[in-house]
């Protein structure tokens, strides 16, 4: 059965870091492209960072770049995106999401996802 996993949000002060954790079960992930997108409450779910299927090229939205990282061990078949230096505006519920390629990273460009994960960055 194709499942997969979000975990690793929480509440983070400012200028904290996380990272959240996408596994798969049941299929190999590196068959691919691997999103993260989050959504803030009134927000429209927003991609921050893909990854390809192909040679793990990457993309990332602007508020995220030299911040945020995603990255691929085949071996545990999971998909990471560490987050540094985060921001209040960061908060949101982050969703890992998977399909067959990408052209902007966004969300009506994946088929699958995964439920979420809070991430709450405050004071």
């Known amino acids: 059965q194709l499942q997969f996993v979000e975990s690793g949000g929480g509440l983070v002060q400012p200028g904290g870091s996380l990272r959240l954790s996408c596994a798969g079960s049941g299929f190999t992930l590196d068959n691919y492209a691997i999103g993260w997108f989050r959504q803030a409450p009134g927000n429209h779910r927003e991609g921050v960072a893909c990854?390809?299927?192909?040679?793990?090229?990457?993309h990332y939205a602007d508020s995220v770049k030299g911040r945020f990282t995603i990255s691929r061990d085949t071996a545990k078949n999971t998909v990471y995106l560490q987050m540094n230096s985060l921001r209040p505006e960061d908060t949101g519920r982050y969703y890992c999401a998977f399909g067959f390629g990408f052209y902007y990273c966004s969300p009506y460009e994946f088929n699958y996802w995964g439920q979420g994960t809070q991430v709450s960055v405050s004071s």
């Open positions: 990854i390809n299927k192909r040679d793990d090229t990457t």
